[in-house]
């Protein structure tokens, strides 16, 4: 059972791994087979080849981008949260957000539930 930061660590190397073959072993141990995510601008992807498909088509569609987390995961009672930026190669952001996860019974990652964007302030 890997522990919550390698299983995060691991999710942000697939985003940001760029070779196709080297991407698909890496979710293996971290990343349920069922696992779900779920993304405001896509919907949801549903199992890990599926999502390591999405994955793939981001490297591609946003080539040489990066996914940096910008917070520590905070985690209880099998639920996580934490916050992310793309930046594009030339250092520039895309967008930055927040996913809530859910880790299966087994320690890895059931589910990401993604957040484009800040909230915005109360008036």
């Keep these: 059972m890997p522990d919550v930061s390698e299983a995060i660590e691991t999710y942000f ?5 760029p070779d196709a073959a080297a991407r698909q072993h ?13 993304q405001p601008r896509v ?17 591609q569609r946003f080539r040489g981008a990066r996914v940096i987390r910008t917070s520590e995961v905070d985690e209880h009672h099998a639920f996580l949260r934490y916050t992310w930026r793309i930046v594009m190669v030339d250092g520039s952001p895309l967008h930055e957000g927040i996913d809530i996860g859910q880790l299966s019974r087994d320690g890895r990652l059931q589910q990401i539930i993604e957040f484009d964007d800040p909230l915005r302030a109360l008036a």
């Design 43 to 59: 919907s949801r992807v549903d199992g890990r080849e599926a999502v390591l498909a999405h994955i793939g088509a981001f490297a």
């Design 13 to 17: 190397a697939v985003w940001n791994e």
């Design 26 to 38: 890496l979710p293996e141990h971290v990343w349920a087979d069922d696992g779900v995510l779920v």
